[in-house]
């Protein structure tokens, strides 16, 4: 339901229409036609034919006329080129398809771990102002017996103020990450996900994790193949100048 993957995948589909659209010139072209003639007179004539005689139409009163004509395309470099190059750039849409599906679900884990720790973070301010609330009840009380100035009940007050504002961001902080897990997932409203426990922390070597993060990118394969696209668009211009072989055939009947 996510607007952003429907679209990646509409631009793949539409790039498979253009691949379909430059194979039309390769495929056979069939021409039917048909006519019908009036005449305003009918010319008969008749002949001896073995032994009888046999009737011959020289101008009939009506006639009907068909014909068909069918070529087929043998040699056409310049349309084999366009063909390759548009199943390349079909081929660049579906990478970038997959390559914006891998951001999207980037984009939704980010978001799951931020309102995750949001939780954390909303729960331990809540802790800091009720310890900050009990401080500044303290200092009142301290005030109240004479073991205590004004000021430090001004400062306990000002630090539980702080952590209460601190409290509102944390909230806002999740609510916003939680509608940023529902809109990524198409949802009108904000959404809570439980997050498995944290893996433990595993080591890698360097140069190959680099290697596999390079042949897993569909972005990367998306690229080279728009390379790969526009050399051949590049040699489809070259051979538009080439001949064309082809065959025809036709037939008539009246």
Do not use: C
């Not at 034919?49 to 009506?62: F, H, K, S, V, W």
């Not at 390759?84 to 951001?103: G, I, M, N, W, Y």
């Not at 961001?169 to 509608?179: D, V």
């Amino acid at each position: 339901q996510n607007p952003t993957l429907e679209e990646a995948r509409a631009r793949a589909a539409a790039a498979l229409g253009v691949v379909r659209q430059a194979t039309a010139p390769l495929l056979p072209n069939l021409a039917v036609g048909g006519g019908y003639f009036h005449n305003n007179a009918s010319v008969i004539i008749t002949a001896p034919q073995g032994g009888a005689l046999e009737r011959i139409y020289i101008q009939p009163l009506d006639a009907w006329q068909a014909s068909a004509g069918l070529r087929v395309l043998l040699i056409v470099p310049e349309a084999w080129f366009s063909m390759a190059a548009a199943r390349d750039a079909a081929l660049a849409a579906a990478e970038a398809s997959d390559a914006t599906r891998l951001t999207v679900r980037m984009a939704l884990v980010q978001a799951a771990w931020t309102a995750w720790a949001g939780d954390e973070i909303v729960a331990a301010s809540e802790r800091a102002v009720a310890s900050a609330r009990s401080q500044a009840d303290s200092a009142g009380r301290l005030l109240q017996a004479g073991t205590a100035t004004s000021l430090s009940v001004l400062q306990a007050q000002t630090s539980a103020t702080r952590r209460e504002s601190d409290l509102v961001a944390a909230l806002s902080e999740r609510s916003r990450a939680r509608i940023a897990v529902g809109v990524l997932l198409g949802r009108p409203g904000p959404v809570t996900i439980t997050m498995p426990p944290l893996p433990a922390a595993t080591s890698h070597d360097l140069e190959a994790l680099f290697q596999q993060a390079l042949d897993a990118r569909p972005e990367l394969r998306a690229q080279a193949a728009v390379v790969r696209s526009y050399e051949k668009q590049q040699s489809a211009a070259l051979w538009r100048i080439a001949p064309q072989i082809s065959a025809s055939g036709g037939a008539q009947a009246q």
